[in-house]
T-cell receptor, first 115, second 113 residues
Framework: DTAVSQTPKYLVTQMGNDKSIKCEQNLGHDTMYWYKQDSKKFLKIMFS???????INETVPNRFSPKSPDKAHLNLHINSLELGDSAVYFC??????????????FGEGSWLTVV | GNSVTQMEGPVTLSEEAFLTINCTYTATGYPSLFWYVQYPGEGLQLLLKATKADDKGSNKGFEATYRKETTSFHLEKGSVQVSDSAVYFC????????????FGKGTLLTVNP
């Protein structure tokens, strides 16, 4: 009964490849996110979607393309992978309406290593 | 813009010691404040939160009080256990259409038996 599930959990790939990470939430939330955690554990938002519409797009290379087929899914596709893309990518979800106290629930993370 | 500053780690304590991890914030409005915890090899879990000034969040023996006058949300626990070893993140959010969490840099806590 995982609330926010993402796959794969571990991914090792070569530079230049294209890869995708999938995310699904069963919490009935209308907003989903991708966060990146770097090697120093720093967490930074990349994207946010509300009801399949992009609402946050931080300064992220356009090699990263999120896709939300419906409000329960938010996938992350990465083209032409670079060494610096190695990180842990966290999917998350929440309600949007209701004020700033809404809890954001995170998946278990996808550990991406580019070699 | 919004920002969160938390004490640099790592923090190493003996079991049953008192824990404080300092967290201060800068925000343009009236944010909600959160502590998340990341155990080794795992994802992020919400530990506690507070949504308005003077609120106290608590969970699993941890507490933090939302202090608007000092813009702080320090995490405390009276007696830590080995199982509390993890990275702790302070975070804030503000309402609106671009709802998101802004995180501090994380504090690694190691508790030795």
């Amino acid at each position: 009964d995982t609330a926010v599930s993402q796959t794969p959990k571990y991914l090792v790939t070569q530079m230049g490849n294209d890869k995708s990470i999938k995310c699904e939430q069963n919490l009935g939330h209308d907003t989903m996110y991708w966060y990146k955690q770097d090697s120093k554990k720093f967490l930074k938002i990349m994207f946010s979607y509300n009801n399949k519409e992009l609402i946050i797009n931080e300064t992220v290379p356009n090699r990263f393309s999120p896709k939300s087929p419906d409000k329960a899914h938010l996938n992350l596709h990465i083209n032409s992978l670079e060494l610096g893309d190695s990180a842990v990518y966290f999917c998350a979800s929440s309600h949007l309406v209701g004020g700033s106290g809404n809890t954001i629930y995170f998946g278990e993370g996808s550990w991406l290593t580019v070699v | 813009g919004n920002s969160v500053t938390q004490m640099e780690g790592p923090v190493t304590l003996s079991e049953e010691a008192f824990l404080t991890i300092n967290c201060t914030y800068t925000a343009t409005g009236y944010p909600s404040l959160f502590w998340y915890v990341q155990y080794p090899g795992e994802g992020l879990q919400l530990l506690l939160k507070a949504t308005k000034a003077d609120d106290k969040g608590s969970n699993k023996g941890f507490e933090a009080t939302y202090r608007k006058e000092t813009t702080s949300f320090h995490l405390e626990k009276g007696s830590v256990q080995v199982s509390d070893s993890a990275v702790y993140f302070c975070a804030l959010s503000e309402g609106g259409s671009n709802y998101k969490l802004t995180f501090g840099k994380g504090t690694l806590l190691t508790v030795n038996p």
